[in-house]
């Protein structure tokens, strides 16, 4: 997706002034976060980068990106 990445601590009160916020995880896969404490977040949708990040990561566990394929395994 060709964006620069920051990995750091943050507060809460960063939280609920974000624009949008993803939680990962092996299950949860990519899901956005849409409101804090009842508190929208953004427009209280997905937002860009997050859709963006699900359909790369749809796209990947369907092995529809070539370029990741090497990550699989095939079960049977």
């Known amino acids: 997706l060709d964006m620069d990445i920051v990995e750091r601590d943050i507060v809460r009160s960063e939280l609920v002034m974000s624009n ?7 299950a949860a896969e990519i899901t956005p976060i849409i409101s804090i404490d009842s508190k929208k977040i953004g427009n209280g949708k997905p937002g860009n980068i997050t859709k963006k990040m699900m359909q790369e990561y749809t796209d990947i566990v369907m092995n529809k990106n070539d370029d990741y394929s090497h990550w699989l395994t095939e079960v049977y």
């Open 20 to 26: 949008e916020i993803f939680l990962t995880g092996t």
